[in-house]
């Protein structure tokens, strides 16, 4: 079933709860026990694209994907990353993300949603827009379209994520970003690795607090 409806810097320090804070205090994905997750790849492609040339001119086009085994299944880590993101993800990291909104739609193709950080911080907000939803095969796809921040390298984020069900139960989750670059500019690897590593936080996150918590999406 498809719904239609309309819808992370330097200095980082460890948490005395496990996640992982900027130096200004905003929570960039939270780092606690693995819980079992297991990484188990990072590959990097960099494309000069000549094709995309957008509205802004020539862009390098940097992808990365990585994936995670873990011990829950597909349908729960689903629902709590992206079906009911709003509800877990402030509940989970409250010290860096105060809450999660809809500015558009209800979470189907189209919604724009709002991440809003904890105060403090140097990033207030940062807005993602769904592109696809595939809720039968746990898939989404959404682009970062907006922040308080003005980045100076890169024009916008898409990104792809999975979760593919294991024979022991668990699944292993698939994601993939694209980082579309401004004309003329270069991203830098450690740039990269550095908001792949928050975003491997905040899953292992998440999945400790599904452990602990077996009816929480069931």
Same mark, same amino acid.
């Given at each position: 079933m498809?719904?239609?409806a309309?819808k992370r810097?330097?200095?980082r ?9 900027n ?7 939270g780092?606690?026990?693995s819980?079992?997750i297991?990484?188990?790849?990072f590959i990097?492609?960099?494309v000069?694209?000549?094709?995309e040339k957008?509205?802004?001119g020539?862009?390098?086009?940097t992808?990365?994907a990585?994936?995670f085994v873990?011990p829950v299944?597909?349908s729960?880590m689903f629902?709590?990353l ?6 877990v993800?402030?509940?989970v ?6 809450s999660v909104?809809?500015?558009?739609g209800?979470?189907?193709v189209?919604?724009i =949603? %709002?991440t809003n950080?904890?105060?403090g #911080?140097?990033? /207030?907000y940062?807005r993602?827009?769904?592109? @696809?939803?595939?809720?039968?095969k746990f898939?989404?796809k959404?682009t ?8 100076d390298?890169?024009e916008?984020?898409v990104?792809e994520v999975?979760?593919?069900a294991?024979?022991d ?10 980082y579309?670059?401004?004309?003329g ?5 450690e740039?990269? =690795? %550095?908001g792949k590593?928050?975003?491997? #936080?905040?899953f /292992?996150?998440i999945e400790?607090?599904?452990? @602990?918590?077996?009816?929480v999406?069931?």
């Open positions: 498809k719904r239609d309309p810097r330097r200095g320090r460890e948490r005395e709860d496990g996640g992982n804070e130096e200004n205090g905003n929570e960039i994905g780092g606690g026990p819980c079992g297991k990484k188990k790849s990097l492609r960099k000069g694209s000549e094709k957008g509205i802004r020539r862009m390098a086009v992808t990365c990585e994936e873990s299944a597909p729960r629902k709590a992206v079906l009911d993101s709003h509800k993800i402030p509940k990291v409250p010290r860096g993300i105060k909104v809809f500015l558009e209800d979470g189907g189209g919604s =949603k %709002q950080f904890a105060d #911080g140097k990033i /207030k940062m993602h827009r769904m592109d @696809a939803l595939d809720v039968d898939y989404c959404y970062l379209i907006g922040s308080d921040v003005k980045f390298k890169v916008y984020v990104y999975r979760f593919e294991r024979a139960g668990g699944c292993v989750c698939r994601m993939t970003s694209e579309h670059g401004k004309a500019e270069e991203l830098k690897l740039h990269i =690795k %550095q590593q928050k975003a491997s #936080g905040l /292992k996150a400790q607090y599904l452990v @602990a918590n077996p009816e999406c069931t």
